[in-house]
């Protein structure tokens, strides 16, 4: 009987090893090598891509990427205009976040023959929740239950789709490889597999990715560098909206964002988020204030309230949801130092609304403004809003793109926005009352 090879696989990174370690010398992860059957020569795939030949950088002919229009204009704006023929794009998110929802709406509202593979659900538990997706019709719509990455890429062929989804990565199987579906070297050998196959078919091809526990695509790391475009789907799934970002594209900019807002009747784009997140005009209650951040290139407006109450023990406690939790230590820090709050006895509970999770410092002011407001008990005017980052001696700082901002502010009907002086804003431009700070001291008459 011929030997069975092994090797060993790190599950973080995907090294591979001829013996087992207790730590993946290449990520430094403890106790992730796992045995797994090596069964194909390696050799092969190197000599079938071994037909190019040496050309001069001149004599290559450009064009644009050819590019298929999906009816969801988010989609179309992470994506960098379109789905681009031939292209793998991997989308990794929570469970339940809605990816299997977005991909299957995208394949029931295209005017194309697609593929919907799912080696999760049943055929007609998905033709049920394409029910639930009332509107939706699309007569070339194929489903295929199959986890055989050969069986699949075999009707594939045959069926010739414009457009290819499969759900999920994870589930499928070589038939190659003797390990179970999910395993690095599976995930590697498939995504092998069906990226070969979009890029001699010209078939775009969507594959649906699971994250682990912190917040990486499950599989090596390798996949992401093997696909085209790398999304991620994210939000707090108790909450309505859902981001959609791309983390890498090879054909467009990794700025852009798309927001939906899960319904009943599956996943609704949202074209004006400041509308929808500031919808609710909150009666003038102290501890709210109105932050103008940037989602990508699009500016956003979002609400944050703060509650500061006298601490119950001896360590005050501070919670924050949606924002980077040191970040508001250090505001607090600023305040205590450079304009004497005295917040140190005092418990700080901070929230942006609408499951927003957001890293822009410009965030700083509006968060600075709910603090104050909840600790004086004095609310903060409706038609004023914020975006300034806090230096560490109280300093009020300039950020990036700041007319866009102002601008809309201005067109979702604000009167006053605070800025940092040192920004250079052409001020006869806006209808918007702009008021320049410099310091953290002059913020607070300024806003009382
Ligand atoms: P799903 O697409 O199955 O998530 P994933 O594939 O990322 O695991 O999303 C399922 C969630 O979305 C589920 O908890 C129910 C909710 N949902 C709605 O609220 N409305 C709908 O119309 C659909 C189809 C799902
Ligand atoms: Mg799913």
């Known amino acids: 009987m011929a030997k069975v090879k092994t090797a060993y696989f790190c599950q973080n990174c995907g090294s591979q090893y001829p013996q087992w370690l207790g730590q993946c010398k290449n990520c430094g992860e403890w106790n992730t090598l796992i045995e797994e059957i090596v069964e194909k020569s390696p050799t092969k795939s190197f000599s079938e891509r071994s037909k190019q030949h040496i050309i001069n950088i001149i004599e290559v002919e450009t064009h644009e990427e050819p590019r298929i229009s999906t009816p969801s204009e988010e989609l179309n704006r992470v994506l960098g205009g379109g789905i681009v023929l031939g292209s793998v794009t991997l989308i990794g998110g929570e469970p ?77 199987q070589s038939q190659l490889i003797e390990s179970s579906p999910g395993t690095v070297s599976q995930i590697r050998e498939c995504s092998n597999e069906i990226i070969k196959y979009a890029k001699d078919s010209n078939t775009p091809v969507f594959l649906v990715g699971h994250i682990t526990k912190d917040g990486q695509i499950a599989g090596p790391k390798v996949l992401e560098h093997m696909v085209d475009v790398v999304l991620n789907f994210d939000g707090d799934r108790n909450h309505l909206f859902r981001l959609l970002r791309a983390n890498k594209n090879r054909f467009g900019s990794t700025a852009e964002i798309g927001i939906y807002e899960m319904v009943s009747q599956g996943l609704k784009e949202i074209k004006n988020p400041s509308e929808i997140l500031i919808t609710k005009k909150f009666e003038e209650l102290s501890g709210n204030s109105v932050a103008v951040t940037l989602e990508g290139n699009r500016p956003m407006l979002i609400e944050i309230q703060a509650l500061v109450s006298s601490a119950v023990y001896g360590t005050p406690q501070r919670s924050c949801t949606g924002f980077d939790s040191k970040r508001v230590n250090m505001l607090l820090a600023v305040l205590e130092k450079r304009a004497g709050f005295q917040l140190g006895a005092k418990d700080v509970f901070l ?23 909840s600790n004086e008990d004095i609310a903060i005017s409706e038609h004023f809003c914020f975006a300034g980052e806090i230096g560490l001696s109280g300093e009020i700082r300039p950020v990036s793109q700041i007319e866009q ?42 806003l009382f």
Do not use: W
């Open 96 to 172: 339940g976040i809605g990816k299997s929802t977005l991909l299957l709406q995208l394949a029931l509202k295209m005017k194309k023959k697609i593929l919907y593979v799912s080696g999760e659900e049943s055929a007609s538990q998905i033709k049920m929740r394409a029910d639930r997706l009332t509107e939706l019709q699309n007569p070339h719509c194929y489903l295929f239950t199959e986890t055989s990455v050969e069986k699949i890429l075999h009707e594939a062929k045959k069926l010739k789709p414009d457009f290819v989804i499969i759900d999920s990565i994870q589930t499928l």
């Open 351 to 373: 929230n942006i609304t609408g499951g927003i999770k957001t890293d822009d410092p410009a965030l700083d002011l509006a968060v600075v403004a709910s603090i104050l407001s």
């Open 405 to 446: 901002r102002i601008s809309e502010a201005e067109k979702l009907g604000y009167e006053k926005i605070f800025v940092s002086n040192l920004n250079k804003i052409p001020k006869k431009k806006f209808g918007i009352t702009i008021v320049e700070v410099s310091k953290i001291e002059d913020f607070h008459e300024h």
